[in-house]
């Protein structure tokens, strides 16, 4: 069973970055696609961000052109690069497969102050 431990969340001023990271349990880590989730209160959890096990990517609209997502598959680790933070993408960011969701990990808070 896969297990994620997100970290690298935190208060930030709207238009500062931030650089999230995820580590995978498993052995199997480089065979899946792999993506960053993130949940406001009251709102659905959504898929930012996602990479393939061979590095391409896909974002959703409104983070294009500011978050990077990559991974390092001998690390078991994928990252969210955040840059030019707004307001609105305050929320608890998961890491998670795609496709294939396991269990959900903790999380990390990121809050973005106006």
């Known amino acids: 069973q896969a297990h994620f431990v997100e970290s690298g969340g935190g208060l930030v001023q709207a238009g500062g970055s931030l650089r999230l990271s995820c580590v995978a349990s498993g052995s199997t880590f480089w065979i899946f696609a792999m993506g960053w989730y993130r949940q406001a209160p009251g709102n659905q959890r959504e898929l930012v961000a996602g990479?393939?096990?061979?590095?391409?990517?896909t974002y959703v609209d409104s983070v294009k052109g500011r978050f990077t997502i990559s991974r390092d598959n001998t690390k078991n680790t994928v990252y969210l690069q955040m840059n030019s933070l707004k307001t609105e993408d305050t929320a608890v960011y998961y890491c998670?497969?795609?496709?294939?969701?396991?269990?959900w990990g903790q999380g990390t808070q990121v809050t973005v102050s106006s």
């Open positions: 998670n497969r795609m496709g294939d969701i396991r269990v």
């Open positions: 990479v393939g096990h061979d590095g391409t990517t």
